[in-house]
């Protein structure tokens, strides 16, 4: 193998293997070193995380709205409502579109953040594909006007009708030995790209986390020769490497996660493509960090020139973006539609919200942390300060927007511009898994419209408010003989 010219930062990041260059800076690589697996995440590389500049991470203040346009969208639309900003996505987009690349670059939309038609729209008209994590959401991505060949299915549930959408020109990534051998017997001689669990993960909590020994995702990197003798079982062609390794995840773990991808590839002379999955972190809030892409993907660049160096193969990336193009690109106005107290001492002052964990699960789920904006009934900004803690409208006691940090079973004192019942409250940063990840019906309320903040801030609508009708529809009544 020829030694090859390449900076140290990329070889000690991603800890690649070929060039001849790299056992010297892996010997300085402390970086490297220190990467583990989740429980542990490592710490950054300098330089990497970003404090996020204006426009990019949510502070406690409106990002796009005006207060008198929270008040507009609740007089047309009611609360609570999610409101994403057109020219935000938009520009998300193309941020993700110059990730810095060598031989070529795909963007894919991972639609599960947010799956609807008017969101895949605005990605489709700016050269977005489309990763999707389920059957059904490919077939929705279709009637939203992409091709089966602009998909690619990367599925904890292989689906039964995957031959029918693979015949249409669907993608498939193998994500275990089982889907791996469906797939061989349906397609024997196809192409099918193999999405492995490369032993290590990161993510921004635990429950993000989807790579390492705790997670069910891919197939284990231990078990690449049973990979290998499945693939020359149905003689499957394998064009692409898929790895991820979780949501908000710290970059020096995820270009680490890079190298050790590029020798999956090696083990595969028919791959075409690497993709590395996304969760490039996302501050929503104040002191939050963002991952600036660019930072990020240049030693990525230069592991991929190293590799076609080495082999003389062009590799082509794939990234699978969805928080990085969401999470700032959309907020729910609500209203506070009660004010509670516990007492003095020990007590808290809670504002209860017609909104909750059935429009934004992520506090309760994740402690996530979303910025909390008030806004005066008549569309003005309060003048003085108070500390709430702030719930939802749900019959439950995790239905909470202020968990404490990094810990969901807590409360924490939110200050935010003092309200009264009446007033609004706009909950920021809630593009990504927020309503495509909503507690759906639970108390049987209603799924929240969804709206459109065009380029000239005119507001469409772009999903109604579901009806009683909407949720009973589909109940079957039991005959009084039957019970």
């Known amino acids: 193998r020829p030694a090859v010219a390449m900076s140290a930062s990329a070889a000690s990041l991603a800890g690649v293997r070929a060039p001849a260059v790299r056992s010297a800076a892996a010997k300085s690589a402390s970086v490297t070193k220190r990467a583990r697996v989740s429980a542990r995440p490592a710490r950054a590389a300098r330089g990497v995380l970003q404090v996020a500049a204006a426009g990019d991470a949510a502070v406690e203040s409106l990002q796009f709205l005006k207060p008198e346009e929270a008040k507009a969208v609740r007089d047309a639309f009611g609360t609570p409502a999610y409101v994403y900003d057109l020219a935000r996505l938009e520009e998300q987009a193309e941020k993700a579109l110059a990730f810095p690349n060598a031989f070529g670059l795909t963007v894919r939309y991972a639609m599960k953040a947010s799956p609807n038609a008017a969101i895949l729209k605005v990605f489709r008209k700016k050269g977005l594909n489309i990763d999707a994590s389920s059957g059904y959401e490919v077939r929705r991505a279709v009637k939203a006007g992409f091709d089966y060949a602009d998909i690619s299915l990367s599925t904890q549930e292989f689906p039964d009708f995957f031959p029918e959408l693979v015949e249409r020109g669907l993608k498939v990534n193998a994500c275990s030995l089982s889907q791996l051998e469906a797939f061989g017997e349906a397609f024997p001689g196809g192409e099918i790209g193999l999405r492995f669990n490369p032993g290590l993960g990161s993510g921004g909590t635990g429950k993000t986390n989807v790579g390492g020994p705790s ?44 190298g050790m ?38 030693p990525v660049k230069e592991l991929f020139e190293a590799y076609k160096a080495e082999t003389g193969t062009e590799l082509r990336l794939e990234i699978e973006p969805g928080t990085f193009l969401l999470a700032n690109s959309c907020a729910i106005v609500t209203t506070v539609q009660d004010k ?13 919200l017609d909104a909750g964990m059935t429009e934004v699960l992520r506090p309760s789920l994740y402690a996530a942390q979303h910025p909390l904006v008030a806004v005066a009934a008549d569309g003005t900004t309060p003048k003085t300060l108070a500390k709430y803690v702030v719930v939802g409208h749900c019959c439950e006691s995790g239905d909470l927007l202020t968990p404490g940090p990094d810990d969901a079973e807590s409360i924490a004192e939110r200050e935010m511009g003092a309200v009264e019942r009446g007033d609004m409250l706009v909950i920021e940063g809630a593009g990504a898994y927020c309503a495509g990840m909503s507690s759906k019906n639970y108390n049987s309320f209603p799924e929240a419209p969804e709206v459109m903040r065009g380029r000239d801030g005119t507001m469409h609508l772009i999903r109604k408010k579901q009806s009683l009708e909407q949720i009973l529809e589909n109940e079957v009544e039991l005959a009084d003989d039957a019970c």
């Open 340 to 352: 509670v107290t516990t007492g003095t001492d020990e007590g808290h002052v809670f504002l209860k």
């Open 261 to 298: 991808s590029l020798d999956l590839c090696r083990e595969f002379p028919t791959v075409k493509t690497l993709n590395l999955g996304g969760g490039y972190k996302v501050g929503r809030m104040a002191y939050e960090k963002s991952t600036d892409l660019q930072i990020v993907g240049a």
């Open 215 to 258: 997670s069910s995702f891919g197939i284990w990197h231990e078990l690449l020769p049973e990979a290998k003798a499945l693939c020359e079982k149905y003689e499957l062609n394998v064009v692409r490497i898929h790895t991820h390794i979780g949501s908000g995840s710290d970059p020096a773990v995820w270009m680490k996660t890079s």
